[in-house]
Structure formats: structure tokens, C-alpha cells
């Protein structure tokens, strides 16, 4: 299957590179943070740290050929890691694997959603970890005024920042320090745009990487479709089987001059292999407002079935420690140089609540840095989700680049 990427680069490499455009961007971010452990994660969930920190150094590299109606692009993706954390003292029963704590630093640990090509390396040696990955590369060509595309590729749709349930197929990080990340996904794209004000994409994608992988790829059969029933308002509607399960939900969304309004919805079936499951609801209403030239909000409030089989040791593709959630956002722009914003995310039925505080400094056209606090505001009871027991409070410094 990895000729298929090479036979499609090739295709293009004809005279018609003279014609062709050429782009070239990327970012790179350094990360320090310290981090101080949930005591309940050390009494309950054999998490035995207290204090750590926690080094991050991370890159994009995007690339992009574009001839007449087709194009190519790529994204190569680094990411180094460096923390005790990584290294865990040995128990009578031998080595250890790293602290949970990792995971949620480098949420989405995961960085190809629907996997067939591999086309990554990932590596844990002593205190440190080095990811190199290919997490965007696809060939697309306009056919008679429709799409095809294929490859590793990103799926982008959803009004979600903090929850968007209607898309499995790229993590929103609004709750991580992570930024300029995406996820790909392995297969065949086809967009057609059946009107104007309509228009649907099929996917067909693969994935060799869920639990309990014998050899086979486990399909991915998804519609996505957007309708602008007007100048405002906007219908999507997503229906398919991912991940064994079959799914159907949407979204609307409406815009006024200086505000949004949207809610989603999906359902998910039980596993169609009839493997231990339960079947899923996940809901989001929204709201999104720039009050004034300088401040910003955002409320989303949603309800997620609690998956009953999920392994605690692991924040997975429901990334949220809740059930029911409202969480507000605020962006404040204090001088043209500094911005700061606080998001506070609150589950209504445990008590658990999250608080995000951030101030960026603009240091030129193509750098900044930033300044971040993550912790548990309230412990909550974390009886039916004892994931909340591993969130952890951090405080830190970033800077990046861009190019």
C-alpha cells in the first residue's frame, strides 16, 4: 500500500511541474511544565508520583503541489517528550509502563485516527519519548466540479471546540496545552456537491489499530453532509459505521450578526461484532458571542453517555472526564501584544469541575509565547467516572514559531 503514495507523487512529476505552485509551512513549539499529582490517582490508581516536570518539543513541516485541477500534500509531524514520568520505579512483577499522566500532556496521543499505512515511529527509551509521523499525505483531484481524494488525510467539520461529538475523526484539544495538531485518517474521500447550498462527503477509511486486531481492517463507511438552508442557517447531518458501531447524528447551526448558535447530536449503536458494549448518546448545545471588540465567549453544554467498558487507563477517544458538562470560555484581548483567556468546564452531576487559564504574548509576526495553568478546580465524586481521578494540576510555559 505504501507504493500507492509513491506511484501518486509520481503521477504529477511530469512537464506540467512547470505550471505547478509550491507551498511550504510549519511551526515549532517548546513546552515546560510542572505538574503535581491527584492524590486520588495515588491512593486508587497505583499512580505513585507526587511532583514532576514535564519537557515537550514539537513540529509540523506542511507541504503542498498544486498542478491545474490536482495537488498533493503532506504533513510530517515530530514530537519529543522528556519526564521521569516516562520511567516508573519497577514492582516485584518487573518494569512498569509509563504514568498515565503522559497521555493527557500529549492529548491526542493518538495522531492517526483511522490507520492503514503506518507510516510513523514511535519510540520510549528511559525518561524520553520520540514520535516521528506522516499524519497528513493525499493526492486530490477535482472531477467535473466534485472531489476525490486519497491517502492520510484530515476531516474537518463540527462547531465543537471543547466537545464535538459529530466528528470521530479529529480531537478537539480545547482542554490541552496542544496546539497545531490534527489528526489523519487512512482511505478514499469523494465529495460531491450535489447544489450550490449542498454538499456531501463519502468516506471509506480503515484502521488497523483498535482493540483486538486479528488482521483484518475494520471499515469505515461515513457520509458527512452540509446544507445552507440560508444565509444563516446551516443543516449537517452524519450517518455510518466507525469503530464497530454504527452512527447517526447532525448538527444546526445558525448565525447572527455577531453571535452563533449551534447544537449537535449523535447516536452509536452497540459493537456490531456483539463484543461487550453499550450503546452511546452524545448531545452539545452552544453558544458563541464576540461582546465586544476585545472579548470573546463561548458556552458549550453537552451530555455524554458513559461508556461502560472503557479502560480507565486511558483518556481514549472520549477525552472529556465527564458525563454532563457546561463549560465557558473566555478570550480577552488586554493590549493589541497580550491576549489571556479562562475556560472553566464543570460536571453538573459529579461536581467535578476544570479550569483552563492562558496569556499569550505576541513577540513579533511569527512568534509568541504563553503562560498556562491547568487544574482541577473541584475533585468532584468520581465514583461513576474514575478517570477524573487522574486530571492532574499543571503550570507552565510555551514558545513557538511560525513559518
Same mark, same amino acid.
Given at each position: 500500500?505504501?507504493?500507492?503514495?509513491?506511484?501518486?507523487?509520481?503521477?504529477?512529476?511530469?512537464?506540467?511541474?512547470?505550471?505547478?505552485?509550491?507551498?511550504?509551512?510549519?511551526?515549532?513549539?517548546?513546552?515546560?511544565?510542572?505538574?503535581?499529582?491527584?492524590?486520588?490517582?495515588?491512593?486508587?490508581?497505583? *499512580?505513585?508520583?507526587?511532583?514532576?516536570?514535564?519537557?515537550?518539543?514539537?513540529?509540523?513541516?506542511?507541504?503542498?503541489?498544486?498542478?491545474?485541477?490536482?495537488?498533493?500534500?503532506?504533513?510530517?509531524?515530530?514530537?519529543?517528550?522528556?519526564?521521569?514520568?516516562?520511567?516508573?520505579?519497577?514492582?516485584?512483577?518487573?518494569?512498569?509502563?509509563?504514568?498515565?499522566?503522559?497521555? =493527557?500532556?500529549?492529548?491526542?496521543?493518538?495522531?492517526?485516527?483511522?490507520?492503514?499505512?503506518?507510516? *510513523?515511529?514511535?519510540?520510549?527509551?528511559?525518561?524520553?519519548?520520540?514520535?516521528?509521523?506522516?499524519?497528513?499525505?493525499?493526492?486530490?483531484? /477535482?472531477?467535473?466540479?466534485?472531489? %476525490? &481524494?486519497?491517502?492520510?488525510?484530515?476531516?474537518?467539520?463540527?462547531?465543537?471546540?471543547?466537545?464535538?461529538? =459529530?466528528?470521530?475523526?479529529?480531537?478537539?484539544?480545547?482542554?490541552?496545552? =496542544?496546539?497545531?495538531?490534527?489528526?489523519?485518517?487512512?482511505?478514499?474521500?469523494? #465529495?460531491?456537491?450535489?447544489?450550490?447550498?449542498?454538499?456531501?462527503? %463519502?468516506?471509506?477509511?480503515?484502521?488497523?489499530?483498535?482493540?483486538?486486531?486479528?488482521? *483484518?481492517? /475494520?471499515?469505515?463507511?461515513?457520509?458527512?453532509?452540509?446544507?445552507?438552508?440560508? /444565509?444563516?442557517?446551516?443543516?449537517?447531518?452524519?450517518?455510518?459505521? /466507525?469503530?464497530?458501531? *454504527?452512527?447517526?447524528?447532525?448538527?444546526?447551526?445558525?448565525?447572527?450578526?455577531?453571535?452563533?448558535?449551534?447544537?449537535?447530536?449523535?447516536?452509536?449503536?452497540?459493537?456490531?461484532?456483539?463484543?461487550?458494549?453499550?450503546?452511546?448518546?452524545?448531545?452539545?448545545?452552544?453558544?458563541?458571542?464576540?461582546?465586544?471588540?476585545?472579548?470573546?465567549?463561548?458556552?458549550?453544554?453537552?451530555?455524554?453517555?458513559?461508556?461502560?467498558?472503557?479502560?480507565?487507563?486511558? %483518556?481514549?477517544?472520549?477525552?472529556?472526564? #465527564?458525563?454532563?458538562?457546561?463549560?465557558?470560555?473566555?478570550?480577552?484581548?488586554?493590549?493589541?501584544?497580550?491576549?489571556?483567556?479562562? #475556560?472553566?468546564?464543570?460536571?453538573?452531576?459529579?461536581?467535578?469541575?476544570?479550569? =483552563?487559564?492562558?496569556?499569550?504574548?505576541?513577540?513579533?509576526?511569527? &512568534?509568541?509565547?504563553?503562560?498556562?495553568?491547568?487544574?482541577?478546580?473541584?475533585?468532584?465524586?468520581?465514583?461513576?467516572?474514575?478517570?477524573?481521578?487522574?486530571?492532574? #494540576?499543571?503550570?507552565?510555559?510555551?514558545?513557538?514559531?511560525?513559518?
Amino acid at each position: 500500500m505504501k507504493n500507492l503514495f509513491i506511484l501518486l507523487a509520481f503521477s504529477i512529476s511530469t512537464p506540467a511541474l512547470a505550471e505547478a505552485t509550491f507551498d511550504l509551512s510549519g511551526n515549532i513549539e517548546g513546552q515546560l511544565r510542572n505538574s503535581k499529582n491527584n492524590e486520588k490517582a495515588k491512593s486508587d490508581l497505583a *499512580q505513585d508520583w507526587n511532583n514532576a516536570n514535564f519537557y515537550l518539543l514539537y513540529g509540523n513541516l506542511n507541504g503542498k503541489i498544486e498542478v491545474g485541477d490536482s495537488r498533493v500534500e503532506a504533513n510530517w509531524f515530530v514530537r519529543y517528550s522528556e519526564s521521569d514520568l516516562y520511567n516508573p520505579p519497577p514492582s516485584v512483577l518487573g518494569n512498569r509502563d509509563p504514568y498515565i499522566a503522559t497521555q =493527557i500532556f500529549t492529548f491526542p496521543n493518538k495522531l492517526v485516527a483511522r490507520d492503514i499505512f503506518k507510516l *510513523q515511529s514511535s519510540n520510549v527509551s528511559g525518561n524520553h519519548k520520540t514520535e516521528t509521523i506522516l499524519n497528513k499525505f493525499y493526492y486530490e483531484l /477535482d472531477i467535473d466540479g466534485d472531489r %476525490f &481524494m486519497v491517502g492520510r488525510m484530515y476531516v474537518n467539520y463540527g462547531q465543537g471546540e471543547i466537545f464535538n461529538p =459529530i466528528n470521530p475523526f479529529n480531537q478537539p484539544t480545547g482542554l490541552t496545552a =496542544i496546539s497545531q495538531i490534527a489528526q489523519g485518517n487512512d482511505g478514499l474521500s469523494f #465529495t460531491y456537491f450535489a447544489s450550490p447550498e449542498h454538499t456531501i462527503q %463519502f468516506l471509506l477509511l480503515g484502521d488497523k489499530s483498535i482493540d483486538g486486531y486479528d488482521g *483484518q481492517i /475494520d471499515k469505515t463507511l461515513w457520509a458527512h453532509g452540509e446544507y445552507q438552508a440560508s /444565509d444563516k442557517l446551516q443543516l449537517d447531518y452524519v450517518i455510518g459505521e /466507525d469503530q464497530n458501531r *454504527q452512527k447517526l447524528g447532525g448538527q444546526v447551526s445558525y448565525q447572527f450578526e455577531e453571535s452563533m448558535v449551534f447544537s449537535q447530536a449523535l447516536y452509536q449503536s452497540q459493537n456490531v461484532k456483539n463484543e461487550p458494549s453499550n450503546n452511546l448518546l452524545d448531545l452539545l448545545v452552544g453558544y458563541d458571542q464576540q461582546l465586544t471588540s476585545k472579548w470573546h465567549i463561548r458556552l458549550e453544554s453537552g451530555y455524554q453517555k458513559i461508556n461502560r467498558y472503557a479502560s480507565v487507563s486511558q %483518556f481514549g477517544d472520549r477525552f472529556l472526564p #465527564t458525563e454532563y458538562f457546561v463549560a465557558l470560555a473566555n478570550v480577552y484581548e488586554i493590549h493589541p501584544l497580550v491576549k489571556v483567556s479562562g #475556560t472553566l468546564i464543570n460536571d453538573v452531576k459529579s461536581g467535578f469541575s476544570y479550569f =483552563i487559564a492562558k496569556s499569550t504574548f505576541s513577540l513579533g509576526q511569527n &512568534m509568541e509565547a504563553e503562560a498556562f495553568v491547568f487544574t482541577p478546580a473541584t475533585k468532584g465524586d468520581a465514583t461513576n467516572n474514575p478517570v477524573q481521578k487522574l486530571v492532574t #494540576t499543571d503550570a507552565g510555559i510555551a514558545l513557538r514559531a511560525f513559518f
